[in-house]
């Protein structure tokens, strides 16, 4: 970011880490009924009518991530407020960063399947604002373009899931949904939530856009990676476990799923050399074990995920924030350039080693509780055990040698920094990190606190009691031998880490990318695009009202063809005048088609609007004859105008095409209106208005109160369309007669 010498910002900058806090302390008062089971809900009506409602829920679940979104919000603020504190911007990155908590904290307690699509895309516009907020450069605008697209197709799918279910259900109250599991379109709706979530948390193969997201500034990665976006979709998987989890699909596509983004992402993570980097690597491979253990089903697994979450945003943020130390310290993030630091830096030094020792999953930390419940539900998991132990087990071993990386590596051996007098930032800046790290080790030597908030969303995730204990030893078993087996590979990881490094960069040409991938498609798209353009807009008039025509004739023939309606039979007996206006109305056709004068054409063409004027003044239709009648006298009156300034009609093969056209749409017309006769009426909206157009309107003609009063706005609507048409139409002609000068 750029700074400035003459500007700083005054302490109103520190206003929304208050705000945040005050919530925080507020969230907290509901710490009793949510561990005791009880929801508390808040519900507002807001489209009764679709049976749509602003309804909120804080129970267990909710309340952890939005204790998370407001605790290490406050911390984040604070942080970027300092960070920051010589930047102009500071108060558009404050506002960003507010509008983002205030849509994630509605996405977490919403109740109503519509209130949390909205929130939900609300996140996916703000963290883009976020992602790209230096855009002045080409990379953040395209890695926030990335993450737009890939998170927003995602949530297209989302939505149509998010309805079917409410259709299915006949509510779009979350706590109010069944189970779907035997319901027929049950495949469906999981394939489109699941698609929903995976681009969210940036599942295997869309785990690509958050290492891109790093473009943004280091507080809202913190933010973003810790507390709130890339955690959404996790939260929606645990939030409707109960309607849609419970099968063997949803077990095996979580498992498999978050198992490849776990250790694909762990391998790449210690490929870097970048801090933050590697960190958004780290942070794919916490999702991927939430995904995991999530699809475990068993109150182990589900439990282990839960108390995951608690620990991954703990020492994720700490950690983030801790790269910002020093990178604003010691003028790099690079880990090559960083070395000896501890004593130069030695709060940000024990602020890495608490978090990085929590990533690491070591006694006491919290994060060893963490780690041993993720084993524990792997084993007791309902699918392969052995595969979920091992994936496991990789993964944690690779976590245990990028968290050396980070607490380690930058702060031993010669002192090396980029800048001459490193030193840490002030307090504002590393003092939130140091209350989260200083977190980490509490909570594992005090893990009593968190047994009856994690049982509570225990229930909550699978709808039925039964929750792991939360404590720090579990004597001597399976998980503790699991724990020991990682720390010994991953300190072997560790010491051969620049030997892996280079495998890893060697093998990196050979591997797929998703991104890639991505590019690929995005630029076969814009080239579709172009060439659509090129083809259909070549600025002709006649070739837009040919695809138009075509367009039009295809879909009514499909309908004649694939519809079940019965066509109505034109009557004979018909009296001999009508015959004669429809023979007048068939010459004025044939003039059109076969006329080389455009004047004559579109005379004719008001023959056969005045000859179905007549047909509607015989079936006493007055008032649409009337329409009819003044409406061709306009339409001839205008475009005879408008034809002395426009060139002369073509003819030969060309014209006979248009015929052609205009002869199948006709044709296909003609039946369709048959068709609808011979369907016959649904007199349901005709009652409707005939018991109304006078009690309500105090009108005797019906047409009359439908255009004025029962759709006025739709009517005041077209007048606007066409006053609108008619100044372009006279600014086209203007310009043509200018350019005739």
Not at 714 to 730: K, M, P, Q, R, Y
């Amino acid at each position: 970011m750029k700074e400035t010498d003459s500007y700083e910002a005054g302490p109103w900058r520190f206003v929304p880490a208050a705000v945040q806090a005050a919530l925080f302390v507020w969230f907290c008062t509901f710490l009793p009924t949510a561990s005791a089971g009880t929801p508390v809900d808040f519900i507002w009506q807001w489209v009764p009518a679709l049976g749509i409602e602003a309804a909120f829920r804080i129970d267990a679940l909710s309340l952890l991530f939005a204790l998370l979104i407001t605790g290490i919000g406050a911390i984040c603020f604070l942080y970027a407020a300092e960070y920051f504190h010589a930047d102009r911007r500071l108060k558009r990155l404050l506002t960003l960063m507010s509008m983002f908590a205030a849509s994630m904290l509605i996405l977490v307690l919403a109740d109503d399947a519509i209130t949390l699509f909205v929130a939900w895309e609300l996140t996916t516009i703000t963290s883009f604002l976020l992602v790209g907020y230096d855009h002045q450069k080409d990379d953040a605008r395209h890695k926030a373009q990335q993450a737009l697209i890939v998170t927003g197709i995602g949530g297209l799918a989302l939505m149509a899931g998010l309805i079917l279910m409410g259709s299915v259900a006949g509510t779009y109250r979350i706590s109010e949904m069944g189970s779907f599991a035997d319901h027929s379109l049950y495949l469906v709706m999981l394939g489109l939530v699941l698609a929903g979530c995976f681009t969210k948390s940036a599942q295997f193969p869309f785990h690509f856009w958050l290492p891109g997201a790093m473009a943004a500034p280091t507080p809202v990665s913190a933010y973003l990676h810790s507390a709130t976006m890339v955690k959404a979709g996790v939260y929606l998987v645990a939030r409707l476990t109960p309607q849609l989890g419970g099968t063997e699909v949803w077990t095996w596509t979580l498992t498999l799923v978050g198992a490849v983004t776990m250790v694909v992402a762990s391998f790449w993570a210690l490929r870097q050399t970048d801090l933050k980097l590697m960190l958004a690597w780290t942070t794919l491979m916490g999702l991927g074990t939430l995904m995991m253990g999530l699809g475990g089903g068993s109150y182990y697994a589900v439990g282990g995920a839960l108390t995951f979450i608690l620990v991954h945003a703990l020492y994720k943020a700490s950690l983030f924030l801790a790269v910002g130390l020093l990178d604003k310290g010691a003028g790099s993030r690079e880990v090559d350039d960083l070395s000896g630091l501890r004593h130069a830096m030695p709060i940000s030094f024990g602020i890495a080693v608490l978090a990085g020792a929590s990533m690491a999953g070591l006694p006491p930390f919290v994060g060893f509780i963490g780690k041993e419940l993720s084993y524990e539900g792997g084993l007791q998991t309902q699918t392969e055990e052995i595969f979920v132990a091992t994936m496991s087990v990789i993964a944690n071993a690779l976590m245990f040698a990028a968290a050396g990386l980070v607490a380690i590596r930058p702060f031993f051996g010669q002192q090396k920094s980029k800048k001459e007098t490193p030193k840490d930032p002030s307090i504002y800046m590393w003092s939130g990190p140091a209350i989260l790290a200083l977190l980490g080790l509490l909570l594992g030597l005090f893990p009593g606190g968190l047994d009856a908030l994690i049982t509570a969303m225990v229930e909550v995730v699978r709808g039925e009691p039964g929750a792991p204990e939360v404590k720090l030893w579990h004597g001597v078993n399976a998980a503790l031998m699991l724990s020991l087996l990682t720390f010994a590979i991953g300190g072997v990881l560790f010491w051969g880490l620049p030997e892996l490094r280079r495998s890893l960069t060697r093998e990196e040409q050979r591997v797929p990318d998703s991104a890639a991938v991505y590019d690929v498609l995005l630029n076969a798209l814009r080239d579709t695009a172009s060439w659509t353009a090129r083809t259909v807009q070549d600025g002709r008039m006649m070739s837009y009202l040919r695809a138009t025509f075509i367009t039009l004739a295809l879909m009514v023939w499909a309908a004649i063809f694939f519809g079940s309606g019965n066509v109505a039979r034109i009557d004979p007996a018909a009296p001999i005048f009508h015959w004669v206006i429809v023979a007048i109305i068939v010459a004025c056709v044939i003039a059109i088609i076969f006329t080389g004068s455009r004047l004559i054409a579109i005379t004719a063409l008001g023959g056969v609007g005045s000859g179905i004027a007549v047909i509607f003044v015989l079936y006493s239709a007055i008032d649409v004859a009337m329409t009819q009648l003044l409406t061709e006298i306009l339409i001839v009156v205008f475009v005879a105008v408008a034809f002395i300034k426009l060139p002369r009609a073509g003819t030969g093969a060309l014209r006979i095409g248009d015929a052609i056209i205009s002869a199948v749409l006709g044709l296909g017309i003609t039946f369709a209106m048959l068709a609808v006769l011979g369907a016959g009426l649904e007199r349901d909206v005709t009652q409707f208005f005939e018991a109304n157009a006078y009690p309500e309107a105090a009108g005797r003609n019906i047409v009359n109160v439908i255009l004025v009063d029962f759709r006025a706005l739709d009517t005041l609507g077209e007048v606007a369309v066409v006053v609108i048409a008619g100044i372009a139409a006279l600014a086209a002609l203007r310009a043509g007669r200018e350019v005739n000068k």
